[in-house]
């Protein structure tokens, strides 16, 4: 098993980065909070998880240990495959995700591209209690009441940008860092600035 990839970093897509090690490139699929950690750089350790299938041998990489063990953790939710757990990392950070389940919060959940509200709940059923023991949840919890207040603002700002025809995971994080940056800036503002983002 590959627990890690260390090497150069020689292509990087939003999806997709290709990591040199020793003469290999390898072909790793990345979530947005990944690609935004690694772009730019040269050198890269990318923590891995490989899916082997009859029809295919797909290797999914992460910036952090934390970011794969929720991915290992959505993927055991029935319904939920590879791409649709890095489509849901790619829409939330790890912390924002575990506030999202701790919260109970399948409405956010549910803005992600191909989640619908009965898995949003089972995503939240099957993971409430296991989330609490991963140790991400604590660096959320500080988060969940500047959260709470910034939902609303959040699904406007990103059902506007959708109306205005960006795509949905790269809307909700640049929604997402905005919020972050600017805890209370109304969703007019949060909308001007994520136009001169994406």
Known sequence: ???YIKGELVDATPAWV????????????VSLNTYSAVQGKKEVKLY???????DAYVLYGFATRQERELFLLLISVSGIGGNTARMI??????????????????????????IGLKTAQRI???????????????????????VAANTEIYEEAVAAL????????????????????????PVEKVIKLALKRL
């Not at 891995?48 to 009859?54: D, G, M, T, V």
């Not at 990392?89 to 191909?114: F, H, M, R």
């Not at 939240?124 to 500047?146: M, N, P, Q, R, Y």
Request: overall charge negative; charged content about 20%.
């Open 124 to 146: 939240i059923v099957e993971l409430k209690d296991k989330i609490a023991v991963t140790g991400i949840e604590s660096a959320a919890t500080v988060k969940s009441v500047a």
């Open 48 to 54: 891995i998880y490989e899916a082997i299938r009859e």
């Open 1 to 3: 098993m590959i627990e």
């Open 162 to 185: 959708a109306m205005l025809g960006f795509a949905q995971a790269p809307s909700q994080k640049v929604t997402a860092q905005i919020l972050k940056e600017e805890p209370d800036a």
């Open 89 to 114: 990392l790619s829409a939330l950070s790890p912390s924002e995700l575990c506030n999202v389940i701790g919260s109970g919060n399948d409405k956010l959940l549910k803005t992600v591209k191909g």
């Open 18 to 29: 290709v990591v040199e090690c020793n003469g290999l490139g390898y072909g790793i699929n």
